[in-house]
């Protein structure tokens, strides 16, 4: 007899979640189940945001409102903030009253709360803030992302929250998009390594330890293709490309374990994600085995209805959610959802089957994480909070992920007596470091950062002495006196190097919108009169996504990418300019020299030709200002001796391929080794390159050191035209620097 194919996915699911659940927790769960009503089901099934039970007064409760969705619409997750962050007791007295008010409910059921710490923990005030994800893919170095995923656990554990919606494993491939900061970058190795390796750390210690959160990866799927590059708009993508670029991370973040997934906001060939059947239960569930929960992204059901227009009335919008797969709803500033799920399950739109299977789904992951044991913030975990270590990771983070892009006549690093002049928008700009996600969403709202947060002025200042060190600048981004060019030349008389702190001020999603990557013309008036001094130039870029300096690139010796790069900013860069940290990161993005010229490294050949006739024909197609994966040191490391140890392998053997890598310069150093493969032919066209490994090495000067990658056949899959990931037979190069070698796979 042919089962039903949900009954196929709940006996999966319960024997997955077995591995994670004692059998006291799944008789609980399957207990509970029995016993609710379907409000009840429905209520647990329900997320509003903190705004909808609490005051104007920020961390403060609204009892009546807390009863009215805890006791009368059984809500069983709450998210947000209202403003801005809280502190940690602030925190733990808000969860503390929540977890009471549902301790009054009939099933005593509590509340899973959920907060976006994307780069620390982002809502609670003091809270270590480490470099956004495309900075950290810039650091090559999993340990750091490993480190800094465990101080977010902590952080928000102590605040009394065990949900955190991360990490985002978007890939980057459209520089456009607002939320390319919160990505690891174009390469779908980088993402996945990295995604992974915060998934783990975050769950790794067991869910129930107040040193773990469950994690959400997010936006399944493509959400970062948009065509347009603008936030929670359509994205037009053919299966074989989704399949190749986009759903590999989220494939393997499904092995690594991770708990919950957040939807793609927007459209994908004209179907809303949030209704997309195929993607959310045949790719996801049932291809792909996830078996945790599903939680939309704010406000995404009724936009179904109210955007999408796939839907003609809100409650058929619940139903196409529902059925599609989703198995909570971040309503999240009302009921709505409440009533007309209820509605639809009464009218037989919505089967009870699959409200049990989403109920069971968030039970599960409540008793997972301990709730049903101790909702209440715990002890041990409010002592994690703060640790001075978290800070000295932080700077860690920051100094490896600082991208060197230029250093002509070895400018850099800057002599320990240097009169330097200190200008530009970002040069006492707290949030221009630190970017989305800071203390408040948007980040912008200096107030809220720690007391001793740094800008570069003060940073400089610090390490050249306040006499060798000025500034024209003035506090915060949008100054207008940090746009004067007649005070900037004015002052650069009594300087021997003009540091120029441009970039972007931090942004979050949809504010993040722009229209041109180029930098604004009012900075790129700052360089020009810059260089009209003669006094030589350094660029600190503080950037999210790359902005365009192609026309002013020229005119500085040396360029150094911070990106946002947290706390630690300041000093970082401080560091890295007076020769206190040898640069090490290397960009984790082609960073384009024009508008058009949006071509990734991993292109198609034909994206590498460049031809008006045949005879004209040249194969300089990849045209970046500056390429994936480069970045400068201070001193030199050498390649040789590149070596595969057969000529050939096949079925599951395993190919290793070891170099030689030489510091040949006079400084200590770290420096990533980045394997790249290239196949000759295959029945889909094949990449230029594939980034296949990297490993990040310290080597004192003069040093010599042995690397070595092993290759097995699934580093060389892709996705063929019947949507399978295999791979063929065929003859590979492989790149490392600026050696090559080849072998044969059979």
């Not at 605040?159 to 459209?174: E, H, I, K």
């Not at 739109?349 to 209440?376: C, H, Q, W």
């Not at 320990?416 to 928008?425: D, E, M, N, S, W």
């Not at 506090?475 to 004015?490: C, E, H």
Request: glycine share 8%.
């Amino acid at each position: 007899m042919q089962k039903h194919p949900l009954l196929v996915a709940t006996l999966l699911f319960l024997a997955q979640a077995a591995v994670a659940q004692t059998p006291a927790d799944r008789q609980k769960v399957e207990t509970l189940l029995r016993q609710m009503t379907i409000d009840e089901k429905i209520g647990q099934m329900t997320q509003v945001t903190l705004g909808v039970v609490s005051t104007p007064q920020d961390g403060v409760l609204d009892p009546a409102a807390l009863t009215k969705a805890i006791i009368e619409y059984k809500v069983g997750s709450i998210l947000n903030v209202t403003n801005h962050a809280l502190t940690a007791e602030q925190w733990r007295t808000v969860q503390t009253r929540i977890q009471d008010e549902a301790k009054k409910s009939r099933l005593k059921i509590p509340v899973i709360y959920g907060l976006d710490g994307i780069h620390g923990q982002t809502y609670t005030l003091e809270a270590t803030l480490f470099p956004q994800n495309i900075a950290m893919a810039a650091a090559r170095n999993p340990g750091l992302v490993a480190g800094a995923a465990k101080v977010t656990a902590k952080e928000l554990r102590a605040s009394g929250v065990r949900w955190n919606f991360a990490p985002v494993l978007d890939c980057g491939r459209q520089p456009l998009w607002s939320r390319f900061p919160e990505t690891y970058g174009e390469d779908v190795y980088i993402g996945r390594t990295m995604g992974v390796t915060a998934i783990r750390a975050y769950e790794e210690d067991g869910l129930k330890n107040p040193t773990a959160v469950a994690s959400c990866m997010k936006h399944y799927l493509a959400y970062s293709d948009s065509r347009t590059g603008k936030d929670r708009t359509p994205i037009y993508l053919p299966e074989i490309e989704m399949r190749e670029y986009y759903l590999p991370q989220f494939r393997a973040a499904v092995k690594a374990g991770a708990s919950t997934l957040m939807v793609n906001s927007a459209e994908i060939n004209g179907t809303p994600v949030h209704a997309d059947k195929y993607l959310l239960t045949d790719v996801l569930r049932k291809e792909l085995g996830f078996q945790g929960v599903i939680v939309t992204d704010w406000e995404d059901i009724i936009r179904l209805h109210t955007r999408h227009n796939v839907a003609p009335t809100p409650r058929a919008a619940v139903v196409m959610a529902i059925n599609a797969g989703i198995d909570m709803s971040m309503v999240p500033s009302d009921f709505s959802f409440f009533v007309l799920l209820r509605e639809a399950v009464q009218k037989g739109e919505v089967p009870l089957s699959r409200i049990d299977d989403a109920v069971r789904r968030i039970l599960t992951l409540k008793a997972k994480l301990g709730l049903f044991d101790n909702p209440y913030p715990e002890r041990a975990a409010a002592a994690n909070f703060g640790r001075p270590e978290y800070q000295q990771l932080a700077l860690q983070a920051a100094h490896e992920a600082m991208t060197l892009l230029k250093n002509d006549d070895d400018l850099l690093p800057l002599h320990p007596g240097a009169h330097i002049l200190v200008a530009g928008p970002a040069a006492r700009s707290i949030s221009a470091l630190n970017g989305c996600w800071s203390y408040t969403w948007q980040g912008k709202e200096e107030q809220w950062y720690p007391t001793g947060s740094k800008t570069i002025y003060d940073a400089l200042k610090d390490r050249f002495g306040a006499d060798n060190v000025r500034t024209t600048a003035e506090a915060g981004f949008i100054s207008p006196a940090n746009y004067d060019t007649t005070i900037l030349k004015a002052a650069a008389g009594k300087a021997d190097v003009i540091v120029l702190c441009l970039g972007e001020n931090a942004y979050a999603e949809s504010p993040g919108t722009i229209g041109d990557l180029a930098l604004p013309d009012e900075q790129k008036a700052l360089a020009r009169a810059a260089a009209s001094t003669g006094k030589p130039m350094i660029y600190v870029l503080t950037e999210g996504r790359p902005r365009l300096i192609t026309d002013i690139a020229p005119l500085a010796k040396g360029i150094l990418m911070t990106y946002w790069s947290g706390r630690k900013s300041a000093e970082a860069i401080s560091d890295i300019l007076s020769g206190a940290y040898n640069p090490d990161g290397r960009l984790p993005f082609s960073y384009p020299c024009s508008m058009g010229e949006m071509v990734l490294y991993d292109r198609k050949p034909t994206e590498d030709i460049r031809e008006i006739f045949n005879s004209d024909m040249t194969m300089d197609g990849y045209r970046p200002l500056f390429p994936f994966g480069w970045g400068l040191s201070y001193t030199r490391f050498e390649y040789s001796a590149l070596h595969v140890s057969a000529p050939s392998f096949s079925g599951a053997g395993r190919l290793t391929v070891s170099i030689t890598v030489k510091n040949s310069g006079r400084r200590d150093g770290k420096h990533t080794v980045e394997l790249y493969t290239r196949q000759h032919y295959a029945s889909i066209t094949p990449n230029m390159r594939r980034l296949r490994a990297f490993k990040k090495i310290f080597l004192k000067a003069g040093e010599s050191q042995s690397v070595s990658f092993t290759l097995d056949r699934n580093d060389l899959a892709f996705v063929n035209a019947q949507l399978k990931t295999v791979t063929e037979p065929g003859d590979f190069d492989v790149y490392v620097g600026n050696l090559k070698t080849g072998f044969s796979y059979q």
